[in-house]
């Protein structure tokens, strides 16, 4: 599976974006999907998942009641609606697919396929 990330850019504090994860084929919805995030110098970290019908979703604490993460199994297509962004939410955002277990569902290296990164910088 191949993943393609898009919709990052630069944007001010309180501003919104969305960002899409394009999945190569159709077993997209065999995956569960996830969006990692990593600033600069800083180790990478899980932001949100969303399992395969789109019925279990899952939040890091820090972007929690300001991200939606949703799919489109239909499109392959998963998206991250981002609001009241903030200066620390400036990173590389990366897209993943994997079928990790629910306890596992925020490590890293559990995904089996990995986008390249579409970065995100919030400044003023």
């Known amino acids: 599976v191949q993943l393609q990330a898009s919709g990052g850019g630069l944007v001010q504090p309180g501003d919104s974006l969305r960002l899409s994860c394009a999945a190569s084929e159709g077993t997209f919805r065999s995956y569960t999907m996830s969006w990692f995030r990593q600033g600069a110098g800083q180790e990478r970290e899980f932001v949100a998942a969303?399992?395969?019908?789109?019925?279990?979703?899952y939040y890091a604490d820090s972007v929690k009641g300001r991200f939606t993460v949703t799919r489109d199994n239909a499109k392959n297509t998963m998206y991250l609606q981002m609001n009241s962004l903030k200066p620390e939410d400036t990173a590389v955002y990366s897209c993943?697919?994997?079928?990790?277990?629910?306890?596992?569902?925020?490590?890293?290296?559990?995904?089996?396929?990995w986008g390249q990164g579409t970065h995100v910088t919030v400044s003023s």
């Open positions: 993943a697919a994997g079928r990790p277990i629910l306890s596992a569902i925020t490590t890293a290296s559990t995904y089996y396929y």
């Open positions: 969303i399992r395969l019908s789109g019925g279990y979703k």
